[in-house]
């Protein structure tokens, strides 16, 4: 169901691009700017099994997005740029801006040196037991337990269920199905239990997944300290927000903040919503950010920047650099508002 959606989308995006269209939906759906998404940048791998390569771009991918931007003549801004010419309605000129979030070493590895080429500023929004290192990267740890075995078991439905993971197609497919029923389960500790039995099973040691992609907080310290680097927050577990109690909700924004900023010793005023989407994050959400003081919040809903977004500081938009949509020739859809607006029905705010 997935490789349909993706194959969907990829023909949508080249339908606009061999159609010109894109160019015409400009005026109308670019909006004063764009915040792009991002959580790994780093060279693909040769693995034939690779379920969340949609998380990851290639460092050739970014630079190129880059030069597309300042062709164009876009500034390319911090979030506190963001939430000044929201606020202040400064819109004379387009802006881009772009956030990764997670925390991961080669946002310092590899996106840092690209955009230190075009002197662009990035931020980073930090999951505090990632760089802990006692957190749980649920979706890598899914990965490498179907990655070592031929077949899984799982309770899904409350009934024993074998999955063929026998050849890379198999994997695929388990991941997806195993992933989506995770996804569903009502609290995070009923995701957590199934994640961690089914890699004691298959013997992956999910405690050191955290400390081998992200970074720590030493690292973070040195990180920070270069001038084209905001760090944000990104809750403490990397949670789902919406099925938490108020209370919980509250304590995972504001302890993220409290941990990063004094370990960092650097104030923390933007937030990334885990996971992000219309299921993870509506409008208690956005309340709650607010009223915890972060100027700026931003989603996993698509969509470009308008004047309108001034009015939801906490329920930002951002277009996904995808790393299974990596070709040129999409660039300039991304940025001209046109598949966005496609996927939002032309609705230029997705804020309910």
């Known amino acids: 169901m997935k490789l349909l959606r993706n194959t969907v989308i990829r023909a949508g995006l080249e339908a606009l691009y061999f159609s010109g269209a894109h160019h015409l939906l400009r005026p109308i759906f670019a909006g004063v700017g764009i915040i792009f998404m ?6 693909r791998g040769d693995s034939e099994f690779q379920p969340n390569h949609h998380l990851e771009v290639e460092p050739e991918f970014l630079r190129a997005m880059l030069e597309h931007l300042r062709a164009l003549d876009v500034d390319i801004v911090t979030m506190d740029e963001v939430h000044q010419r ?10 881009a801006c772009f956030t990764l979030d997670d ?35 649920w979706w890598v740890a899914l990965e490498k337990a179907i990655a070592k075995t031929s077949s899984i ?54 405690s050191l997944i955290a400390r081998d992609l992200c970074m720590s907080w030493e690292e973070l310290k040195a ?32 302890e993220s903040r409290t941990r990063i900023e004094a370990k960092l010793q650097r104030p923390v005023l933007h ?22 003081g972060f100027k700026t919040a931003v989603t996993t809903r698509p969509g470009m920047i308008f004047a309108e977004s001034a009015d939801h500081m906490t ?38």
């Open 38 to 43: 991002l959580h790994h940048v780093r060279p």
């Open 86 to 95: 929201l606020q202040k309605r400064n819109f004379a000129r387009r802006f």
């Open 103 to 137: 925390g991961y070493r080669d946002n310092r590895d590899y996106a840092l040196p690209v955009m230190r080429e075009f002197d662009a500023p990035l931020t980073v929004y930090v999951t505090s037991d990632f760089a802990e290192g006692t957190g749980r990267l």
């Open 153 to 206: 078991e799982v309770p899904i439905g409350g009934t024993a269920t074998r999955l063929d993971t026998s050849t890379p197609a198999a994997k695929q497919a388990a991941f997806d199905r195993v992933h989506d029923w995770l996804r569903r389960l009502p609290g995070e500790h009923d995701l957590q239990r199934e994640i961690s039995a089914l890699c004691t099973r298959h013997d992956v040691d999910e």
């Open 223 to 254: 990180f920070a300290d270069d001038s084209l680097v905001t760090i944000g927050a990104h809750t403490v577990t990397h949670c789902h927000l919406a099925r938490l109690s108020e209370e919980t909700a509250w304590l995972e924004l504001t």
């Open 271 to 292: 937030l990334a919503y885990p996971y992000g989407d219309r299921i993870a994050a509506g409008q208690r959400e956005f309340a709650l950010a607010k009223a915890a």
């Open 315 to 352: 329920a930002l938009q951002r277009v996904s650099l995808n790393g299974n949509y990596q070709d040129e020739r999409i660039i300039p859809v991304l940025t001209s508002g046109a598949a966005t607006a496609m996927w939002n029905g032309f609705r230029r705010i997705d804020a309910a």
